[in-house]
């Protein structure tokens, strides 16, 4: 089992004609069932060529028409990524993964309210990855995005990270110690973003194919602390918890947009802190958080 995309996943490419959507759809491709499942691509000024086999669309609508995609992923730069996944969104696919980075705050606090208005008024809800994250991977089914598949191995351990780098790692310890994964899910770093960590949460508690979870987070924000309080309620599978930046000063932007101290509860100590009182197994050294899970399986 798996959360959000599996081998029948069907996805499209936006800026698929781009440098970074050619690179990374090749990988795509090359990765387990990846020629299977990215079955199109977008640009309205290249429709009708194809990429590697790939046929290119004028619109997300025409491509989900023609191939039965449900996912896409975002490769356009900041500036019409918005509208991109809004684009996606008003075609009614399943999920959007956005690796962008830098897409201008304000633009995503359009889609989000265009998104919600959406949704109460009764049209289909569209799952949002991101933006500015690594994207999602099942291993050795799929995986879309940009993270290195060959660490991957199948399992039944989730991770959900707001840090690509640190997604990567906690994989890593997992596969050299012989654990394998369910899915892999990086959230991204901006301060609007789409699913969060307690989504992603309830999905790996859902899953009959996920055994225990690894959850990273980072300062900033009330996010990490809101999905521990649900896990104390409801999550009956073992979480190790880490959160980076424990040397960060309030008060100054690290690394990703969202992760800026603005009061008390943001800090790492203090995100820590709600993580154990919440019944996670915690940890400060990120070198640990493969064998700490280990020791709960």
Known sequence: MSILIDKNTRVLTQGITGKTGQFH???????????????????PKKAGESFEGIPIHASV????????????VVYVPPAGAADAIWEAVEADLDLVVCITEGIPIK?????????????????????????NCPGVITPD?????????????????????????????????LTELGIGQSSAVGIGGDPINGLK?????????????????????????PDEADAARWCKANMKKPVVGFIAGVTAPPGKRMGHAGALISGGADTADAKLAIMEECGFKVTRNPSEMGRLLQSLL
């Not at 990765?31 to 640009?43: P, S």
């Not at 960590?197 to 924000?221: K, L, S, Y």
């Open 61 to 72: 609508r025409e491509a989900k028409a023609a191939t039965g995609a449900n996912v896409s």
């Open 141 to 173: 089914e799929i995986k879309i995005g940009i993270m290195p598949g060959h660490i991957h191995k199948k399992g039944r351990v989730g991770v959900v990270s707001r840090s690509g780098t640190l997604t990567y790692e906690a994989v890593a310890q």
């Open 197 to 221: 960590h307690i989504d992603i949460m309830r999905m790996f508690n859902d899953d009959p194919g996920t055994d225990a979870v690894i959850m990273i987070g980072e300062i900033g924000g």
């Open 107 to 131: 633009d995503m606090l359009v889609v989000r309210n265009k998104m919600r208005a959406k949704e109460d008024g009764g049209g289909k809800k569209t799952l949002l990855l991101g933006p």
């Open 25 to 43: 759809t090749r990988g795509c491709q090359a990765y387990a069932n990846g020629k299977a499942c990215f079955v199109a691509g977008v640009n």
